[in-house]
């Protein structure tokens, strides 16, 4: 039977379905005759998800259903579809008022809501999807997979269709074996009605991954809605550099979905997939590995890498993306500059290099400072995000300190009005050593659900214990209160005022008493 594939990106906010692209651009290598369809449900308005993939199974009858769901835990100090989470949360934990912690309490609710029908939405689509495919054809399958996906898929397993397959990881070779009929034993996925190999997430993907430009000409024939991202004009399109990540900080679990292993695409498809979509307006481009140098040793690559996109003549581009900054030098800086870094996030998480050493973070701030100097002299006049995850293990009011004091040198640097501190924190996830951290110190109990939001279980899940807990909840809500339009900024001013600066150089260098205070928080 010729398999006719329907990959349906699950509603969210409209990020360009990176993912579902390069699965179906792989899947038309391996087998040119496989029929593909592409349908981005976060680019259809909510009320009418349901009916458009009612409509569109019936249209394209497909055999196998792969459902991508990029995210369910969100966190972040933004407003999201419910509104703010972190500012509903904090009210409801730390509101000094009976009357504000009321109103934390009923904008958690509404998010919680929100969250629980989500989740309940997307499963409804997977079985409508399947159920409605079935009346086309009878043995019709489903594979579901994604970020999402990859994060919680044991929780999931009880919820979704007897027989669904369900991917942990990339997909690109689960999906060749699924059409090739062959067994699904070796791969990263399992089939619900039976349990999920223990460590599934742990075990590495392929260690080949022959990727080759993905062909947007094929794409734009199976894919109807492309050119709604493109006539948005100020979307980042995706392109992936590299899979994988060496390091191992302790709150992270892409070192471990993508692997430790990095894997480097060859940097003329890169140039050849861009081009593509340079040719046809793209001009924001986001760099969608973990990080976009990994390492000292992945420099080189990232050099040849800038040279060619500009020896390409693609010059009025800006691009995007997750940085480590310890892991540049002063030519990398100048290349950066010129091939058009518009915006980049450094996830600092700590300015006190005590506190990176124990959330085993790996760099040196001292050098990260060297480094931003770098950019700056190479030019780079643009916004830093400074992204800053407080409380995670073993703060106190010094290590406050250290961080303000180096944040206003990172201001130093670029300027103040170009850094802008992202204050986060950590959405606690499974399969990372915090959560091995928060088990073993009585933090979460075993058999917690990591997708809970009953407030008792988010409370521990959105990273933020005692004894420092409530004092960063208050400063957190009287920046909401203060200026909820420069909330990053602000927390920093009311963190100096309370705690003040420490001298640069205590918050660079690291006592080496208590440093490895998740030394035994292995997996
Ligand atoms: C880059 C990135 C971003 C960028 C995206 C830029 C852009 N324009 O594309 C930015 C910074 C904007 C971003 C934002 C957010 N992100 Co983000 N992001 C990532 C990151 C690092 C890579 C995603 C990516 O594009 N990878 C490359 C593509 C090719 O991979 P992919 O989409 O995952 O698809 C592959 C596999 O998943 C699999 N696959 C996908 N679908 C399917 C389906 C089937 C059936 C199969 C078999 C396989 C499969 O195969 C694909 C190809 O190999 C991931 C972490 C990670 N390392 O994966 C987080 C991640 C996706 N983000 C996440 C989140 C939560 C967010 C935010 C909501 C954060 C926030 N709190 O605000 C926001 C908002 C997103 C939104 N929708 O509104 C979570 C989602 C999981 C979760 N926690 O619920 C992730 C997994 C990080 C994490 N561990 O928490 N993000
Ligand atoms: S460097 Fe970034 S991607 Fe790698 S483990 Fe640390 S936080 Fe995760």
Known sequence: MQERILYIRLPCNPIFPIGPVYLADHVHKVFPQARQHILDLATVPSLSVGATLRQTVDQWQPTLLVFSWRDIQIYAPVDGRGGNPLQHSFEAFYGESPLRRLRGALGGLRLTWSYYAEIRRNLGLIRVGLTQARRHHAHARVVVGGGAVSVFYEQLASRLPRGTVVSVGEGERLLETLLQGKSLAAERCYVVGEAPRAGLVHEPPSPLLPRTACNYNYIETVWPAFNWYLEGGDFYVGVQTKRGCPHNCCYCIYTVVEGKQ?????????????????????????FTDAQFIPARRYIADAKELLRAILSAGMTNIHWAAYIRADNLDEELAKLMVDSGMSYFEIGITSGSQELIRKMRMGYNLRVVLQNCRLLAQAGFREKISVNYSFNVIDERPETIGQTVAFHRELEAVFGAEQV????????????????????????????????????WVARKLLWNPEPMGSAFGRICLEAFARNPHDFGRTVINLLEARYGAAPLEEALSAPLAGQRIMANASR
Request: aromatic share 14%; no cysteine.
């Open 262 to 286: 990095v894997r480097l695409n060859p940097v003329d498809e890169v140039v050849a997939e861009m081009r593509q979509l340079y040719d046809r307006g793209v001009r924001g481009f986001w």
């Open 420 to 455: 802008e501190p992202a204050i986060f924190f950590i959405g606690l996830q499974p399969h990372t050593h915090l959560e091995r951290y928060a088990l073993d110190n009585g933090f979460l109990k075993p058999g917690y659900n990591p997708m809970s939001m009953m407030p």
